[in-house]
Nanobody
Framework: QVQLAESGGGLVQAGGSLRLSCAASGRTFSNYAMGWFRQAPGKEREFVAGISSIGGNTNYADSVKGRFTISRDNALNTVYLQLNSLKPEDTAVYYC?????????????????WGQGTQVTVSS
């Protein structure tokens, strides 16, 4: 089992920044690819960013490329998502997730463990 706990969400004005953190506990963190998904009210959960187990490969949704950055610190068992140039359409609950696949995936079904989510609200 892997337990995931997100933090860092909040209310920010458009153009602002936030950094989300996800602390993992349980099994060896460095064995898992990590991802961030988000879900806005009335919408399906969507992929935001992913990073491979040792951090060499990353992948981003087109909507966040150039604005968001995913990173991980395997020594701290933590994955981060830096959110810059935020837009009102980025408003959602952001979920951290872990999966045992080798390649970064944008499919939620490939991830085995999910956090409870952290709310990000961007005002215009």
């Amino acid at each position: 089992q892997v337990q995931l706990a997100e933090s860092g969400g909040g209310l920010v004005q458009a153009g602002g920044s936030l950094r989300l953190s996800c602390a993992a506990s349980g099994r060896t963190f460095s064995n898992y690819a990590m991802g961030w998904f988000r879900q806005a009210p009335g919408k399906e959960r969507e992929f935001v960013a992913g990073i491979s187990s040792i951090g060499g490969n990353t992948n981003y949704a087109d909507s966040v490329k150039g604005r968001f950055t995913i990173s991980r610190d395997n020594a701290l068992n933590t994955v981060y998502l830096q959110l810059n140039s935020l837009k009102p359409e980025d408003t959602a609950v952001y979920y951290c997730t872990a999966g045992s696949m080798i390649q970064v995936s944008d499919h939620p079904g490939e991830y085995s463990y999910w956090g409870q989510g952290t709310q990000v609200t961007v005002s215009s």
